[in-house]
């Protein structure tokens, strides 16, 4: 994939599949450090050790309308080709953390691209369910809750425009901040 937002989205997607409620994804970046650290940790049903093993093999998938699953595997590919690494921790009726570490001075570093877009879209394509989104760099941090989101709008869904709308506004702002903006 030639962003690695679309890589979170698309292990988002299997926590979505994977009946999650909660969805927390972080992005840590740090120039200090020279790395990137993108997890995603979901409350789904999770997997069993077997399953672990196999969701790495692009010739492995659970879905019933193609034959391969490249998202896991390009994820992990992605991260070590940069000399960083992978994992994914999962406990059946649990759930299940993959974190990707990467170093970002290395050539092959894909760049992380729009990930507030993926927020955004998870959230719009998903109101039911919660997501977590915190991004820190060297010079801050700044999570999106849409559980907190939700005690304030009371019934209004999270799907409506202007809510959407105004999750992209607050991720654009956040995001400036702590990349030295503003």
């Known amino acids: 994939m030639r962003e690695l ?19 927390i994804l972080t992005v ?38 193609r034959k391969v699953g490249l998202g896991v595997p390009l994820f992990k590919m ?9 994992s994914i921790e999962s406990e059946l009726g649990k759930g299940t953390k993959t974190t990707a570490s990467y170093v970002k001075s290395h050539v092959d570093m894909t760049p992380l691209g729009d990930i507030n877009s993926t927020v955004s879209i998870l959230i719009r394509c998903n109101p039911d369910i919660d997501f977590v989104f915190i991004h820190s760099t060297d010079i801050g941090s700044f999570t999106l809750d849409t559980r907190e989101l939700r005690e304030v709008l009371g019934d209004v869904s999270l799907d409506t425009p202007d809510v959407i709308e105004w999750i992209s506004e ?3 702002e956040q995001t400036e901040i702590i990349y030295g903006g503003v």
């Open 5 to 23: 937002s679309l890589n979170v989205m698309d292990v988002a997607q299997n926590s979505v599949r994977a009946e999650a409620s909660l969805v």
């Open 28 to 65: 840590t970046e740090s120039d200090r450090e020279d790395k990137l650290v993108i997890s995603i940790e979901d409350n789904g049903c999770g997997m069993t050790e077997e399953q672990v093993a196999s969701v790495i093999d692009p010739f492995f998938t659970t879905r019933t309308t």
């Open 78 to 86: 992605s991260a070590e080709q940069t000399g960083g690494s992978f």
């Open 170 to 172: 607050f991720l654009k």
